[in-house]
């Protein structure tokens, strides 16, 4: 059976030769499809993608922050930091490079504290002076104001006492030291020069002022043979200077700390007073060497012009001068 059916099998594909089998025609054009290039999809790790973004990000935050910490440098450019201290030459906060300059307006306190202290110490010395010796205080008014019989034998009880007469020609010297020193800053006169350096000047000057006159009377004293009259006169002048001291505290403290009209007021007083008194010494001295010695008012003047008013003018001349 297995024979027979193989040639039956045999005999029907011999007979399938006979048809006509359609071949394709060689001579007509083709089309030649080209073939299609799909993208070649490479996979990458999600790791790696993400540390690179993260270090992109990380970068981007740098250079942020490096350009917001140039505004916030230090603007000191005078102190560079040293090669070997490392974490100072990395860390981008202390670099000192690019600086930023700033304008900045000295002030300065301008304030009266050290007048207020040598006012203050001017009235204590002269309450050490009143509480130690006033008596003598006492005495040297009545003495100077009243002409009455008993002015020498308080001429004598004056002179003494020599320690609170030399305490008061020193306060008469502070006192009148800071009073030209005032009144040259009232009239603008000296604003070259630093207060207490005026202030020493003036000082300085009245001593150099009142010894060679001190000395220049004794010396006439002693030529003329008029030693006693010279020794009152210089006792009348020493004794304004007291006064003319003790009076002008009250002034100083006004002028120190006033402004305005009241300053005018009192600088135009103290200068009246200071006037009036200079003008009763030479009452005072007038009467007492006329008393003593032959003198006439025309004596009197001519010695006024020649060793009061003459240097007094040249002294100013100076002043003005010097001061401008």
Sequence with gaps: MLVLLFIILSLQSWSQDSVAVALPDTTAPQLIKKPVVRPRIIKKDSTAIARDSLAKLDSIAVADSIKNTKALRPSISLFKPLPFLSVWNDHPVFRFTDPMRYSVTEKKWIGKEAIFYSMIGLLLFFALIKNGFGRYIQDLFSSYFRTTVKQKQIKEQLLQNPLPSMLLNLFFTLSIGMFLALLFQYFKLGLEFNFWLLYLYCVVGLVCVYALKFVSLKL??????????????????????????????????VLAFTKGVVNEAAMSLSIMVVFGLIAYRFFLSFISIRGQIRLSFLHFLIYLFAFEIIPLLLINKLLFTFLG
């Design 220 to 253: 006439l004293g002693w030529i003329f043979q008029v030693s006693t009259t010279i020794d009152s006169y210089i006792f009348i002048v020493f004794t304004t200077n007291k006064i003319i001291g003790i009076l002008l505290l009250p002034f100083l403290v």
